[in-house]
């Protein structure tokens, strides 16, 4: 498995699929977890452990959404602590975590 993380319009999906090509993708998988977590209501890192086992060879994409400032909407700070808590399973699984920024990745494990 694989993690590509960037801010929005930052390049994250076009560098993977360039590193990775004809890879299982899985991009904008911060809006995956919205409607896994905020709408059937299960456990962000539950969902994390089970889909790194079903997708062992997956290719997960998705903006950063912690940074900034804090929203004032209880459901859009849920939003965000869920797509962390999530993505901090995924990249303790994943054979590799890369950011991007500007279209540059900087490989972080």
């Keep these: 498995m694989k993690l590509y993380i960037g801010g929005v319009y930052q390049g994250q999906e076009e560098l993977a699929r ?3 090509p004809g890879g299982e993708f899985y991009p ?12 059937e209501d299960r456990e962000p890192r539950e969902f ?8 062992p060879n997956a290719i997960v994409i998705s903006n ?12 859009d700070r849920a939003f965000r602590e869920a797509v962390g808590r999530a993505l ?13 920024v500007c279209g540059i990745g900087v490989r972080i494990k």
């Design 48 to 55: 994390a452990r089970q889909f790194c086992q079903e997708h």
């Design 88 to 100: 901090c399973s995924i990249a303790q699984e994943a054979e590799r975590v890369t950011r991007c």
């Design 18 to 20: 360039t590193e990775n």
């Design 64 to 75: 950063e959404v912690g940074a900034g400032v804090v929203p004032m909407e209880a459901s």
């Design 28 to 39: 904008d998988f911060h809006e995956i977890i919205r409607r896994v977590v905020l709408i």
